[in-house]
């Protein structure tokens, strides 16, 4: 590499104060040459030995000029990528380059994360690999195929390669987000949470090395570590599914006039009339519900599953803001007292009274009994209610539909 070219680059990290991360475990045979090839570029290196037992510690005493995280017992990629991301947070870095130590990325690529940091300053960047070449092993290929349709479905983001340990932090967008796993997985769980957060995640193509079966280092464990990554995705999509992406349909939605919804998702909508009005009537449904700070969220996330239009089963769920929840309330008790009969006591200043007076005489049986068979009737009452006015309603919303809707 000409020398010109070595001190651009080098401007380059002091200008972006960017940093480069080299996580390590038991990789003496590699260790070195990566951070001689990595030094071409800068000195602001951290290198992390996550418990290393080889002769890693005393390769790294001869390099007195870069930065040295330490402990003694091995804990995991996730774990070594935290603590060079807190300890580079302490250096005050707004950046930090992530790159293996087992040799397999090729530290003449980092000029391609540099060249892109202009344009991309908040993103986070991700080397996507040719995993197609022959030298790929296929389990690592199935691996990375698997990882890459979890994470469009947990993020909306289609990635070539999700699993590339070859990337660019913007340090300063992740400092608040609390991490919780420790090993391979973390790779996952910080992109997937990062693009939550709203941050652009994007690919850069890098080269790979795969050495032969017989010359291969890996600590990855292909029972534990593939389960553990099994295990995260499954409870990431489970919050995508129950709140991630409810509350993006829920902003999206809400950015919009009333007169665009309104000629967007019903207007000019290739649903049928039955299907608009079953929306409707769906989302009257959900609104009485008591399930009173979720109804949108469950809303959202069972229409999606019925195929229902979301954004009309949002917007008739919200039958029951604040104006319209005394009357919903009171329906839905009188409902259940006519289909239970009285239970409990009716709902009024002296109900709540005599309670009062149960309560300070310590008659606490009869005041939890009746206050129980007052719930009862409502939450039974309201269910029936929702049925009762969500059919009411989305009939009555066919009916106009099909007067009035253009064809």
């Not at 009939?395 to 009035?404: A, Q, Y």
Request: hydrophobic residues 45%.
């Amino acid at each position: 590499m000409e020398i010109q070219e070595i001190y651009i680059y080098s401007e380059l990290f002091h200008n972006y104060n960017c940093c480069v991360i080299i996580p390590t475990y038991n990789n003496s045979q590699t260790i070195e040459n990566v951070i001689n090839k990595v030094l071409l570029y800068t000195s602001e290196i951290i290198v992390v030995n996550d418990g290393s037992t080889d002769k890693t510690e005393s390769i790294l005493a001869s390099f007195p000029q870069i930065n040295i995280v330490s402990y003694s017992k091995n804990q995991g990629k996730g774990y070594a990528l935290r603590m060079g991301f807190e300890y580079a947070n302490q250096k005050n870095y707004d950046y930090a380059i992530t790159i293996d130590s087992d040799g397999q990325h090729f530290p003449n690529d980092i000029p391609v994360f540099l060249n892109k940091l202009k344009e991309n300053p908040e993103s986070i960047m991700i080397g996507a690999r040719n995993m197609e070449q022959e030298s790929v092993p296929g389990k690592s290929s199935f691996g990375n195929k698997f990882s890459n349709f979890w994470f469009k479905f947990e993020t909306n983001i289609e990635l070539p390669d999700t699993q590339s340990g070859y990337r660019l932090y913007p340090l300063k967008l992740l400092k608040n987000i609390r991490f919780f796993t420790k090993k391979y997985e973390f790779e996952i769980e910080v992109i997937v949470r990062a693009a939550w957060k709203g941050i652009d995640i994007i690919s850069v193509p890098v080269k790979v090395y795969y050495p032969s079966q017989e010359e291969r280092i890996t600590h990855f464990r292909p029972f534990r570590d593939f389960t553990r990554v099994s295990i995260l995705n499954t409870i990431l999509v489970i919050i995508a599914l129950l709140y991630i992406k409810p509350r993006n349909y829920i902003r999206l939605l809400f950015k919009k006039k009333p007169k665009e919804i309104f000629n967007e998702y019903i207007l000019q909508s290739n649903d049928s009339n039955i299907r608009i009005a079953s929306a409707v009537g769906f989302g009257i449904f959900m609104g009485i519900v008591p399930i009173w700070g979720f109804q949108m969220l469950v809303a959202v996330f069972i229409a999606h599953l019925l195929k229902l239009n979301k954004a009309i089963v949002l917007i008739a769920s919200n039958i029951s803001i604040p104006p319209m929840i005394p009357f919903i309330l009171f329906f839905s008790y009188k409902t259940g007292i006519i289909i239970l009969g009285k239970m409990g006591g009716n709902i009024s200043v002296e109900f709540f009274r005599i309670n009062a007076e149960r309560f300070v005489n310590g008659n606490y049986k009869e005041v939890m009994t009746e206050i129980s068979y007052t719930l009862v009737q409502y939450i039974i009452g309201s269910i029936v209610f929702g049925v009762a006015l969500g059919l009411c309603i989305g009939v009555i919303f066919f009916i106009l539909l099909s007067v009035f809707r253009k064809k």
